[in-house]
């Protein structure tokens, strides 16, 4: 498989700035291109040795750093469009990942079925070779704090138990 330049280069960035990069870190990305699936792994788990963490624990809190950080300000638009957390989870394959697929040819984002759970919350079924559930926890967490919402997060599913797809429930709370 292969990954958006895009997302290496704001892993490389996230890593730097909490010294989390030795020299032999892998070289830097151009983010209109596409990487091996490869390259994310041993950046990710240089970076998890280093600082003494678990890489699920450091792909969560990257996930939270392209939420409250990265994304919004490399897509404003996108987040004036979808006014609060629901109405972005719910747009997300739809107007990024369907974009991504079509504007850099063997890139793949992971699959996102997003459906509405009663008047507020939101399921995400999600569907990716590369198992990072744990990314996409820490960028909805990240996401809900740029729209200032408390949030819940349960995973009845997850393809890190072997089960086929991971079933991400975001409520919001009360």
């Known amino acids: 498989m292969s990954l958006h ?11 730097e700035q909490r010294g989390l990069l030795g020299a032999g870190d892998g070289s830097t990305f151009d983010a209109d291109t596409v990487y091996a699936d490869e390259d994310f792994g041993a950046l990710v788990s240089a ?4 600082a003494g963490v678990e890489e ?10 392209l939420g409250t950080v990265a994304f919004p300000e490399l897509m404003p638009g996108f987040y004036e469009r979808n006014e609060d957390l629901r109405s972005c989870l719910l747009s997300v394959e739809q107007e990024i990942h369907t ?4 504007v850099l040819p063997g890139a793949a984002p ?7 759970l009663g008047t507020t919350g939101v399921v995400i079924a999600y569907t990716s070779e590369r198992r990072l559930c744990p990314l996409l926890e820490g960028l909805v967490e990240g996401t809900a704090e740029k729209y200032e919402t408390p949030i819940t997060i349960t995973q009845p ?17 009360a």
């Open 110 to 116: 992971p699959r996102l079925r997003a459906s509405p």
């Open 5 to 15: 330049g895009l997302v290496l280069t704001n892993l490389r960035t996230f890593f």
């Open 47 to 50: 970076a998890a040795e280093r």
């Open 56 to 65: 699920t624990a450091l792909l969560r809190e990257f996930g939270r750093y």
């Open 99 to 102: 974009l991504v697929r079509r």
């Open 157 to 173: 599913q997850c393809m890190l138990r072997g089960e086929p797809a991971c079933s991400v429930v975001v409520q919001p709370l």
